[in-house]
């Protein structure tokens, strides 16, 4: 009996609940999904496979007030992005007042809505950081995956960020239907002065997952592009820093969401709702609590969702 009062007030002592845990926890970065519109028909878009319409998007003053709260939590990063972020009309006021209250401000758009002018008020409004999606080198094959014809359009748009003074990085979303050009989507990083280049592997869900059979790539070609992007890391070295994403299928071992489920981020849908990572809806079973009806630090610490999967207590 001594024995067991033992252990119970040990573990009484030690032990960190979830939400105890969360107060723990602080995030770094938020990602403000601002909407579900785009120009663009991507067949591997990350976006839920039922979008939300224009009418459920968040107002520009509930994302402000989401925004203030994100830098109380202690984030220090907002990533803006959709869909096409610059769907929106009020985005360089979003960015201002994320810049104001001292957030790094990233964009992560197509390009194809942008022009000169659009860029400029961009970057007078505290933005920091533009991230632009290249689908292929292959002008013909780029626009047939993207099903939108707007290659060129994102060449010059990248070139803008670089004359307006922005860092500049490329992603490309990399599978069976572009792996083969994947060092010359490196050399194209390369002469478009990008910082950093994303090369991320298709990741299943949504609707990736529904068209898995036209994209997965084989294990051949996945170790082909690894040997790329090796090769390609030691030759450029100071100049391009290269970022790989291998698709789950593949991995070594299962990653952590996001660093660890609602660990160090969080995501807000266009309707408002806060996830854990950008897939977590696809789990039925949790409950997503909005920025429209809860304070964003209410969520991260108590919300059902983001404890569910914390730690380790919830393993069988």
């Known amino acids: 009996m001594k024995q067991k009062n033992s252990k119970m007030e040990c573990k009484n002592s030690s032990y960190i609940t ?21 120009p663009l028909s991507c067949p591997y878009c990350s976006n839920p496979v039922q ?7 968040v107002s520009t ?12 939590l202690g984030i220090l990063q907002a990533h803006f992005s959709g869909g096409e972020p610059t769907a929106r009309k009020d985005l360089e006021v979003l960015i201002n007042h994320a810049a104001k209250e001292g ?33 292929d080198t292959d002008p013909e094959n780029s626009e047939k995956i993207a099903g939108f014809k707007g290659h060129n359009k994102k060449l010059e748009v990248c070139k803008l960020v670089r004359k307006v003074g922005l860092p500049l990085t490329i992603n490309s979303v990399m599978h069976r239907q572009n792996l083969h050009n994947l060092k010359s989507m490196i050399e194209l990083a390369v002469e478009l002065d990008a910082e950093r280049l994303e090369v991320a592997q298709v ?12 994209f997965l790539p084989t294990r051949t070609q996945l170790d082909n592009a690894t040997k790329v992007v090796e090769e390609a890391r030691i030759k450029y070295k100071g100049i391009l820093a290269i970022d790989y994403v291998v698709p789950d299928y593949y991995a070594k071992k299962p990653k952590s969401c996001m660093g660890g ?33 809860k304070p964003l630090s209410w969520i991260w610490e108590h919300s059902q969702s983001f404890n569910r999967f914390r730690g380790t207590d919830w393993m069988p």
């Open 18 to 38: 979830p939400e105890k845990k969360s107060k723990m926890l602080i995030p770094y970065a938020v990602l403000c999904e601002l909407t579900h519109r785009c």
């Open 51 to 57: 979008l939300e319409m224009k009418s459920n998007e």
């Open 61 to 72: 003053e509930i994302w402000k007030k989401a925004l203030t709260e994100a830098v109380k």
């Open 103 to 135: 957030l790094y401000t990233n964009l992560i758009t197509s390009g194809v809505l942008v022009n000169e002018e659009r860029l400029k008020k961009l970057y007078d409004s505290g933005l920091d950081h533009v991230q632009i999606s290249i689908q």
């Open 203 to 214: 990741q299943y869900y949504g609707w990736a997952l529904k068209n898995q059979t036209a």
């Open 261 to 293: 489920w609602g660990r160090q981020f969080l995501n807000i849908t266009p309707a408002g709702k806060v996830l854990p990572c950008h897939a977590a809806e696809s789990l039925t079973f949790l409950d997503f609590d909005n920025i429209k009806e």
